[in-house]
Antibody, heavy 120, light 107 residues
Framework: EVQLVESGGGLVQPGGSLRLSCAAS????????MTWVRQAPGKGLEWVSS????????YYAESVKGRFTISRDNSNSTLYLLMNSLRVDDTAIYYC?????????????WGQGTLVTVSS | DIQMTQSPSSLSASVGDRVTITCRAS??????LNWYQQKPGKAPRLLIS???TLQSGVPSRFSGSRSGTDYTLTISSLQPDDFATYFC??????????FGGGTKVEL
């Protein structure tokens, strides 16, 4: 069974930085593209960033481009999201998730999420 | 960007009701449409991929269909476990991936 466990969320001041991690198990991690999706409190789902299995290609939403960096360590089956210049509107639960069939596939499964709160 | 317009944003229904939720894509997405269920405090769960492929373990009362750029999730007979929020997502364009706004199914 594939399991994805996020960590690294917390309270940070505007302009600050945070690095999220997602530990994966039950899969050949390097074979799958991965993604981060966020959900602001009481709101819908917003795609944040994706990365292919090798890590060589990355994709970002316009709202985070230039501030967030997605990366992966295939030797340790871990996905990362480095978030810089955080803004109040970045406050959300951040979910790590796996693509099933490449970047155009469906997203399954999802981790339990980690809450990032940006506030002074 | 491909916009996904999901309707209704919420609905009230009773156990046993037939429920229909629709997502309209702003352009063709060629069946690259997935449906997710989310319960309060939980991560989304994939129900249907490629517009109509039911995922393993998902009850057969759930089904998906397409008509042009309109995609529909149908629950044939609503059960107590089905009260949740449902999201559609297009994966035709990966930049960006986009979700519908969600439909909250309430008692």
């Amino acid at each position: 069974e594939v399991q994805l466990v996020e960590s690294g969320g917390g309270l940070v001041q505007p302009g600050g930085s945070l690095r999220l991690s997602c530990a994966a198990s039950g899969l050949i991690f390097s074979s799958y593209a991965m993604t981060w999706v966020r959900q602001a409190p009481g709101k819908g789902l917003e795609w944040v960033s994706s990365i292919i299995g090798s890590g060589s290609d990355t994709y970002y939403a316009e709202s985070v481009k230039g501030r967030f960096t997605i990366s992966r360590d295939n030797s340790n089956s871990t996905l990362y999201l480095l978030m810089n210049s955080l803004r109040v509107d970045d406050t959300a639960i951040y979910y790590c998730a796996k693509f099933t069939l490449g970047l155009r596939g469906h997203i399954d499964p999802w981790g339990q999420g980690t809450l990032v709160t940006v506030s002074s | 960007d491909i916009q996904m317009t999901q309707s209704p944003s919420s609905l009230s229904a009773s156990v046993g009701d037939r429920v229909t939720i629709t997502c309209r894509a702003s352009q063709t997405i060629n069946m690259y449409l997935n449906w997710y269920q989310q319960k309060p405090g939980k991560a989304p769960r994939l129900l249907i991929s490629a517009a109509s492929t039911l995922q393993s373990g998902v009850p057969s009362r759930f089904s998906g269909s397409r008509s042009g750029t309109d995609y529909t999730l149908t629950i044939s007979s609503l059960q107590p476990d089905d009260f949740a929020t449902y999201f559609c997502q297009q994966s035709y364009s990966i930049l960006p991936l986009t979700f519908g706004g969600g439909t909250k199914v309430e008692l």
